[in-house]
């Protein structure tokens, strides 16, 4: 019982902090009252189909994963008194994007819902996220949400598993790690508590979907990046917020740091490391309410970095439900190696913070030989 009143105010204090000022149901694809088409019609509309490779990676599917198997995309709090967080080593790749006040949030995917570990701390969803969550199908997990993010699950008739309404049936509150940080910052769910609420929902695990980006054939030749040089990458979300991704050439992987420090998983102690990179420029203003973020999410330019170098980027996107488009200059589609992916969303405003070639990298790439590779569900948490 104390479980769960902590849990209703938990809600009630993360809508106060983070969610935003009401806001009219978007109506504007349900004329005359019609009923708007499910998010499954609309993704065969344009174009999805039953994957039989990893959408996420690139890569074959897992021992046990079926064709079309829907991922999973969690929200995951990446505030600095949030740190370090549970599960993220383990994601398929991660996209990253500011939300209010110049904090971030992580939307952590990962392909195969029935492995995945313990994960978060879960926060609110935003509209901006859940953009890049519906071309791929993925089963949304999260504790509330900005009212522009919940009108567009409505128009697409989305479900998800969201802990306002689920409640401790699939998420857990570390009380030990909230006396010190605060509730809003310690809930969890795992797969064994993800299934229980997927079930509840009647949620669907397979279907339709695009493929997080158009990937290099797995076993071709990897498609070397050649405009430059990018050994150090580091950038600024906002004031606050400085990230770093230093290459190690040793195992061809980004390491990252955030704050001023490697950013680890809980779990295992895995510094958060990737085979690509991806920074996207949007333009980012304020909704209507003058609180909440506004993405301009149909196109910009970018970079796509791998292997210490880096490629100049064109990506177009537009409906919610338009997969990522990467191109290069001459307008030719650009394919991305198979592997784990970061993606960072960046305001144009913050682009002159980018930097890419001599940089003194902050933190240097762990030693090769302390790097764990290990991606284990069965991992203990750590309080």
Not at 85 to 101: K, L, P
Not at 229 to 239: C, I, K, R, T, Y
Request: aromatic fraction near 8%.
């Amino acid at each position: 019982m104390k479980q769960i009143i902590a849990l209703a105010l938990t809600f009630s204090l993360c809508l106060s902090l983070s969610s935003c000022k009401k806001a009219p149901v978007n109506t504007s694809s349900m004329p005359n009252g019609t009923v708007a088409p499910t998010i499954e019609e609309t993704l065969v509309k344009s174009g999805a189909e039953i994957l039989s490779y990893n959408p996420l990676t690139g890569e074959a599917l897992s021992d046990g994963v079926t064709a079309g198997q829907r991922p999973v995309a969690v929200m995951i709090n990446n505030a600095h008194i949030a740190l370090p967080q549970r599960g993220t080593s383990s994601a398929d790749a991660i996209f990253e994007m500011v939300t209010e006040g110049g904090i971030t949030r992580f939307m952590a995917l990962y392909s195969d819902y029935r492995t995945m570990p313990q994960v978060g701390p879960v926060r609110s969803v935003r509209d901006q996220h859940l953009q890049f969550a519906i071309p791929l199908n993925a089963i949304l997990v999260h504790i509330g949400s900005s009212v522009y993010a919940e009108n567009l699950l409505n128009e697409y008739h989305y479900q998800d598993v969201d802990g306002r309404y689920l409640g401790t049936s699939s998420f857990w509150l570390d009380t030990e790690r909230a006396k010190t940080r605060g509730s809003e910052h310690c809930w969890y769910t795992d797969a064994t508590m993800l299934a229980a609420g997927m079930d509840k929902q009647k949620i669907g695990t397979t279907g339709e979907s695009h493929p997080l980006f158009s990937f290099v054939k797995s076993g071709a030749a990897p498609m070397i990046p050649g405009d430059g040089d990018a050994p150090n990458v580091l950038f600024h979300f906002s004031e606050e917020n400085v990230t770093q991704l230093t290459f190690n050439a040793t195992d061809g992987r980004y390491y990252k740091n955030a704050y001023g420090e490697p950013q680890l998983d809980e779990l295992n102690g895995t510094q958060l490391s990737f085979t690509n990179v991806l920074i996207l420029t949007a333009k980012i203003g304020l909704k209507p309410d003058q609180y909440c973020t506004d993405f301009l999410l149909t196109e910009g330019t970018g970079y796509y970095i791998y292997g210490g170098k880096y490629k100049k980027i064109h990506w177009q996107k537009g409906a919610p439900e338009s997969p990522i488009k990467l191109t290069d200059d001459a307008g030719k589609p650009v394919e991305i190696n198979p592997g784990k992916s970061y993606i960072a969303v960046l305001g144009t405003d913050q682009l002159p913070s980018l930097m890419m070639d001599s940089v003194t990298p902050l933190i240097p790439p762990p030693a090769p030989a302390s790097v764990s590779t290990s991606t284990s569900a069965s991992a203990a948490p750590t309080a």
